[in-house]
Every structure is written in C-alpha cells, then in structure tokens.
C-alpha cells in the first residue's frame, strides 16, 4: 500500500451508462460528495442517445473523464475498456442509476489500507424500488438476507460459489487483483459482475463493511426474473472455467437443480420434474425447502 492518511491512493471509479439521464445527476452528485478526496470518475458513455452528454458535460471537476464509446458495446466489454483508461491503484464501480453515501469511499478504503492481505472490499446497501412490480419486491427482500452475510469472512469464494450475495456498486478492488481475473468475459451478458468477483477471491481476501453505504436501485429493467434462463446458463459457464473441485461441482448441481425449479413453477414445464428425481439434487432440494419454511 502507498497511501497513507495525508496521500491516500487513488481510487478510479468506472462508470458505464447507456441512456442513464434519468438518475445520473443523483450517482455523479453522491461521488462529488465523497470525504474521501482522491478519486477519478472515469465515465464511460456507451453511445447514449439521450441527455447523458451534456448532464456528463455540466460538471466542471477536473477528476471526472468523459469517454465515449466509437460504438455501443455489450457492458463487460464497455467495463473493460473503461478500466484501461483508469490510473487509480484501486477500482471502483458505480452503476449510472446507484447513489453512494458520504463515507463510502473513506470506510472501505480505511478498512483496505487497514488489512493489506485483502484485495477486495463490498459493503452493505439499501434498496431503492423504482416499480411496485411483486417480482421487484421480491428481489430487494432477497437481497437484504444477504447484506451482512460474510462480513467477518476474509474468504467469500466458498460462500460466492452458493450464490451472489454482493451488489457491484458497493466494491472496490485493487487494480493488480483485477488484473489478475484477466477482466471481464466480454460476451457474459448478466453475470460478469458475479464472474469477476468470483475469479478475484480465488487470489485474495475481502473485507465487508457491514454499514449500509450505497442505495441499489431495483427496477423492471435490472430484474432478475426476466433474465432467468440467461442466468443459468451464464452460471454453469461460470462454474465450468473455475478450477475444478468438489465445491464446483455441487455449485453445478445446485444451479441445475435452480434451473429445473424455476422452469416447473414459472414456465409450467412439469417433465422438468423427473430430472429432480437425480439423488444428487435432492441435497440441494432439501435446502431449498429448509429455507423457504424458516422465512
């Protein structure tokens, strides 16, 4: 670690927006307001169409740099390119649409110059529910079991491999462990986030600042439930490029046993059925059974 209290490190914050004029006033503001002082915004506009532009544009701060892409790319794709712009030691991300609190920055880089074995900070967050839909509902109270779930863990690869339990707006990563996951798998459409966070706890510990420190925003378009069947697939991807173990292969068997519930109860695809009949999924039923009776 270089910095110290009086020359911290630099922190590059990657922002990536594709048409985001609706909320990027309030995420850009929650950075301008940060007490930690030494960042750069390292925003990288995706081809908007909208007013992102010139609201982009209205800041006159000399950390913020404004990118825009030749053509729209697919957001691993846009991340990484973003990150090779950046200067900072340690990167952060902020989604367009997401607000950090004051002290965001300052606790979990605290905690980072604090612990130097650990390459990876995340910390707690609210929901911010833009939609009354019942699935959005549902998601933000699936998240909230899951903020304080490993926060005195300095190893999460294990917990990671039974579901992403981290919002990405909420981590920071030092730049030679981000290096090290060889970025982001540019043609993951919704789990490059979970991908890289995985690949980077296999070289590093991680530190959780239990405070809720950002506001996630859930609404109809960053829903997981219109995404079900990519998800699936991107995890058995995910799962069969980590180095194989015991842990990865009942990850496996546990998103297949997902996949097959999901397709049961929500496309009413009851052959599914017979393939639960695999003793190897049973374990993972009996979990999921657990859990819903001990709501």
């Not at 926060?151 to 920071?172: A, P, Q």
């Not at 690949?199 to 600042?209: D, E, F, G, R, Y």
Request: hydrophobic share 40%; proline share 2%.
């Amino acid at each position: 670690m270089n910095g110290n209290k009086l020359n911290p490190p630099l922190v590059s914050i990657i922002m990536n927006c594709y048409n985001g004029e609706e909320y990027l006033k309030e995420a850009i503001d929650s950075v301008l307001s940060q007490s930690y002082y030494n960042w750069e915004l390292i925003f990288w506009d995706n081809q908007s169409t909208d007013k992102t532009s010139s609201i982009v544009k209205l800041y006159d701060d000399k950390r913020i740099f404004y990118y825009l892409a030749e053509i729209n790319r697919p957001l691993s794709e846009a991340r990484n390119l973003a990150v090779q712009k950046a200067k900072g030691e340690y990167i952060a991300f902020l989604d367009s649409d997401d607000i950090w609190l004051v002290e965001k920055l300052k606790m979990q880089m605290n905690g980072l110059m604090v612990q130097n074995e650990a390459g990876i900070s995340y910390c707690g967050f609210e929901t911010l529910l833009t939609s009354d839909l019942e699935s959005a509902i549902s998601q933000a109270k699936f998240y909230s079991k899951f903020v304080y779930n490993s926060h005195k863990s300095k190893s999460i690869y294990n917990k990671l491999l039974r579901g992403n339990f981290i919002i990405f707006s909420t981590v920071i990563l030092k730049r030679e462990i981000f290096d090290l996951t060889k970025g982001f798998s540019e043609f993951l459409e919704q789990n490059e986030d979970f991908e890289i966070l995985l690949k980077a706890s296999l070289h590093t510990n991680a530190i959780c600042v239990s405070d809720s420190l950002v506001k996630y925003r859930i609404h109809a378009s960053n829903n997981s439930y219109l995404n079900a069947r990519k998800n699936f697939e991107e995890s058995e991807y995910i799962f069969s490029n980590l180095p194989q173990s015991f842990l990865i292969s009942m990850a496996k068997d546990r998103n297949k046993t997902r996949e097959r519930i999901y397709f049961i109860f929500f496309e009413k695809k009851w052959q599914q059925l017979f393939g639960l009949l695999n003793p190897k999924y049973w374990p993972h039923i009996c979990y999921l059974v657990f859990k819903k009776i001990s709501k």
